[in-house]
């Protein structure tokens, strides 16, 4: 076997070529698994020509109007700038059609029209970034002609964006913590109910970074449109990942159960089967954020608004079972496990059929067993079955 | 053995040897057919079967939807929805059927007053013990039994126990709001445990001890022909075999009697059956449980709803404090800390300017709340 694996040393050019396919393999597999980043451009640090622009664009006040009234700032700030991730690349890097002064006439005709003329020169580095913003819900509005949709440079101001990864390509903890914050921009009422909201305020007030933000439910680049029937069937699955997880869910003493409670019931059961089988068809049976909330999630046992509460939780069922009494909510076991202390009923009638199925069917069997051993004596005996 | 899940004999005629085929073309006594089910009988448990069988391979599904098994089923009957559906089009059909088994039992019991040869006795214990030791080797004799074995006695009294508890449960989860109306809530999760619990026991029961003795030891086909040959009578119901040739094993009416008790059971029995009806229309009908449109989750706050002021793309506060130069409430330029106090604002340029000082403890334009801007300077 060795010898087999062993290189013919007589032919150097085998070995010339196994070098170098094992090389271009090796580098293949580093280029796809690295993180993606941007693109590398040939730029020099702090490059005068930059400083050439920054001698009028410095100045603080400097700005111009534009013809639909509002007023254009021109002034880009040298620290923040050499701060941000872009500091070691040029002006005319990302504004091409500039070159010389005087600059060419300004087309746009408003101030968003500033962004939208300048935004997909974002791909020129960040491809694999646009590419996946191509498929979101704010391209989609904005190709629908919403212009108010969001592009690169409403989260991503270019003059001023700090690095948002370490080198390993994950969050920075600081970067994590600002999110809500930049989808608030355009999204400040949504911002204003997590904020208040178990998720939010541990974040915005205890800087606790296990909650989710924004982008844990609903992606970065590639945002789709939360509103669908597969993205609501499948919301339980986003749910899950964190609160499925022992070791974040232990620190606060939260149940992991909670996804396979939810499935094992008659709602969870439903919205699973319409997710594996049908998952553009819409079902009516609650999700997780049917009875806790979307963005307003509270804790369970929040006093005014927590589940915990037996007339919170009836209110959450008449929703969607309008004459629901009293009783009603109990028929949801509230993601508990049947035991002696919580729905003994449940947990003793399981365990009556846990002894009653085997306790009539093994006594059948043993009948039936005998009954064939019996006859098959008969046979090999040639008796009759007396 | 035969079918246990039927009824009673009904027709007077029923165990009198019926001149077969065979037997008028000169064979012997052994092949002597008699009747052992009415037609009623023979269509009452072909509906049995289909309802049974479609309840229980609509409902296992609904038991164990995360198997591949259970998603295959359930995605050939058309969704989760369509096998409810089906499972409750089912159910409404066994509820039917045991309505017309009871009232016909009643007949029998009250009108004919046959011998009720389904009830279980000492002799069904010891016939069942007779029967093991037989197998084992022990007793030298099988026992001799009569119209109904042990076996399909005990059939047929589980068919009557699982029946009943799977109507009872299924009315609970069919209709929680009327059941929890009356009821503790829990005893909707109490009832799917049980109707699940039942019915994994009724399909095994029904595969091991039913597809055993009536098609696997010796295929009976008496429940398809209506008939069991006198060979095969004096083999599984030598008893009954017996009280036929003896001709006992009728108790014949006189007519005028028949008549007499008709009178009273008919009414009594049609009351009873417009109450039975009822209690299965109020099974499908009771309750309105649940909404049908999807439930409203919104937020109920609109989507895009900019801060104010919106954060323009070239300026850059970072941590510490500056200010916003204002026009309008949109902020046209951003002054450094200190800076702004020297700035003077032209009035005559800047329609309704104003100056408002920020803190920023973020990194980023627009990442702080309108509750940390500080102050707005005229």
């Given at each position: 076997m060795l010898k087999q694996l062993q290189i013919p040393s007589r032919r150097p050019i085998r070995i010339f070529l196994f070098v170098f396919g094992a090389i271009l393999l090796l580098s293949a597999g580093i280029i796809l698994v690295y993180p993606a980043n941007a693109s590398p451009l040939p730029s020099s640090k702090n490059s005068p020509q930059n400083e050439a622009c920054l001698t009028c664009h410095n100045r603080p006040d400097f700005q111009r109007p534009m013809p639909s009234g509002e007023t254009l700032s021109l002034t880009i700030d040298r620290t923040h700038f050499r701060d941000s991730a872009h500091s070691g690349i040029s002006c005319t890097d990302c504004h091409t059609n500039i070159s010389s002064f005087p600059h060419p006439a300004l087309t746009a005709q408003n101030l968003r029209d500033v962004s939208l003329q300048f935004y997909t020169i974002c791909q020129t580095c960040h491809a694999d970034q646009y590419d996946q913003t191509l498929d979101s819900v704010h391209q989609k509005a904005l190709a629908a002609g919403n212009t108010n949709a969001a592009i690169c440079t409403d989260c991503h101001n270019p003059h001023t964006q700090p690095l948002l990864t370490d080198s390993d390509g994950s969050l920075l903890p600081e970067t994590r913590s600002q999110i809500p914050q930049t989808c608030a921009q355009c999204h400040s009422a949504i911002y204003d109910q997590y904020e208040q909201s178990v998720h939010g305020a541990a974040l915005t007030l205890e800087n606790n970074l296990d909650v989710p933000t924004c982008i844990d439910c609903h992606g970065i680049h590639n945002i789709e449109d939360p509103t669908t029937a597969s993205f609501r069937l499948k919301s339980p699955q986003l749910c899950a990942t964190c609160h499925t997880d022992a070791t974040i869910m232990d620190k606060y003493g939260i149940s992991t159960s909670v996804l396979g409670t939810y499935v094992a019931d008659f709602h969870g059961t439903t919205v699973t089967l319409f997710e594996t089988q049908s998952p553009d068809q819409a079902t009516n049976k609650p999700v997780c954020v049917t009875c806790h909330g979307i963005h307003n999630i509270k804790r369970v046992d929040d006093p005014v608004y927590g589940l915990e509460m037996k007339q919170n939780l009836l209110a959450r069922c008449q929703t969607c079972h309008p004459d629901a009494t009293s009783n009603f909510p109990d028929a949801w076991m509230s993601h508990f496990i049947p035991s002696p202390e919580h729905y003994p009923i449940v947990y003793y009638v399981t365990l009556f059929y846990k002894f009653f199925i085997p306790g009539i069917l093994g006594p059948m069997a043993v009948f039936v067993v005998s009954d064939i051993v019996r006859r098959l004596i008969e046979r090999r005996k040639g008796a009759k079955h007396a | 053995m035969s079918k246990t899940i039927t009824k009673p004999k009904s027709a007077p005629e029923a165990?009198?040897?019926?001149?077969?085929?065979?037997?008028?073309?000169?064979?012997?006594?052994?092949?002597?057919?008699?009747?052992?089910?009415?037609?009623?009988?023979?269509?009452?448990?072909?509906?049995?079967?289909?309802?049974?069988?479609?309840?229980?391979?609509?409902?296992?599904?609904?038991?164990?939807?995360?198997?591949?098994?259970?998603?295959?089923?359930?995605?050939?009957?058309?969704?989760?929805?369509?096998?409810?559906?089906?499972?409750?089009?089912?159910?409404?059909?066994?509820?039917?059927?045991?309505?017309?088994?009871?009232?016909?039992?009643?007949?029998?019991?009250?009108?004919?007053?046959?011998?009720l040869t389904m009830l279980p006795g000492v002799k069904d214990i010891k016939d069942a013990l007779q029967s093991f030791s037989y197998n084992l080797g022990i007793a030298k004799k099988r026992p001799q039994m009569g119209r109904y074995t042990f076996e399909e006695k005990m059939e047929y009294?589980?068919?009557?126990?699982?029946?009943?508890?799977?109507?009872?449960?299924?009315?609970?989860?069919?209709?929680?709001?009327?059941?929890?109306?009356?009821?503790?809530?829990?005893?909707?999760?109490?009832?799917?445990?049980?109707?699940?619990?039942?019915?994994?026991?009724?399909?095994?029961?029904?595969?091991?001890?039913?597809?055993?003795?009536?098609?696997?030891?010796?295929?009976?086909?008496?429940?398809?022909?209506?008939?069991?040959?006198?060979?095969?009578?004096?083999?599984?119901?030598?008893?009954?075999?017996?009280?036929?040739?003896?001709?006992?094993?009728?108790?014949?009416?006189?007519?005028?009697?028949?008549?007499?008790?008709?009178?009273?059971?008919?009414?009594?029995?049609?009351?009873?059956?417009?109450?039975?009806?009822?209690?299965?229309?109020?099974?499908?009908?009771?309750?309105?449980?649940?909404?049908?449109?999807?439930?409203?989750?919104?937020d109920s706050v609109p989507v895009y709803v900019p801060q104010t002021p919106t954060p323009p793309p070239t300026i850059t506060p970072t941590q510490g404090s500056g200010a916003f130069l204002l026009a309008s409430d949109t902020p046209i330029a951003y002054l450094p800390n200190g800076e702004e106090d020297g700035l003077t604002i032209a009035a005559d340029s800047l329609d309704a300017g104003k100056l408002m000082l920020s803190k920023f403890t973020h990194q980023q334009p627009g990442q702080f709340a309108v509750s940390e801007l500080a102050a707005v300077k005229d």
């Open positions: - | 165990r009198k040897p019926v001149a077969s085929r065979k037997a008028q073309a000169g064979q012997t006594k052994k092949d002597r057919y008699y009747q052992r089910f009415h037609w009623t009988q023979q269509i009452a448990h072909a509906l049995l079967l289909s309802s049974f069988t479609l309840l229980g391979i609509t409902g296992l599904p609904q038991k164990y939807p995360l198997s591949s098994w259970g998603q295959f089923l359930i995605g050939a009957f058309g969704g989760i929805e369509t096998t409810r559906t089906i499972h409750h089009i089912a159910a409404v059909i066994l509820m039917l059927l045991s309505i017309y088994h009871i009232l016909d039992v009643g007949y029998k019991i009250f009108v004919r007053r046959v011998r009294w589980a068919l009557v126990w699982g029946t009943a508890i799977m109507g009872i449960t299924g009315f609970l989860m069919w209709n929680p709001i009327a059941s929890t109306g009356l009821l503790p809530g829990e005893i909707i999760p109490a009832a799917k445990a049980a109707h699940g619990g039942e019915a994994l026991l009724a399909v095994a029961a029904i595969i091991l001890w039913h597809l055993y003795g009536v098609h696997i030891k010796r295929f009976n086909k008496s429940m398809f022909t209506g008939k069991l040959s006198e060979n095969e009578m004096l083999h599984e119901h030598p008893l009954e075999l017996a009280d036929i040739k003896a001709g006992i094993s009728e108790r014949p009416v006189d007519p005028k009697t028949l008549r007499k008790r008709q009178i009273i059971y008919w009414p009594v029995a049609g009351i009873l059956a417009l109450i039975m009806l009822f209690g299965v229309y109020g099974f499908v009908r009771v309750e309105k449980t649940a909404i049908t449109t999807l439930p409203l989750e919104e």
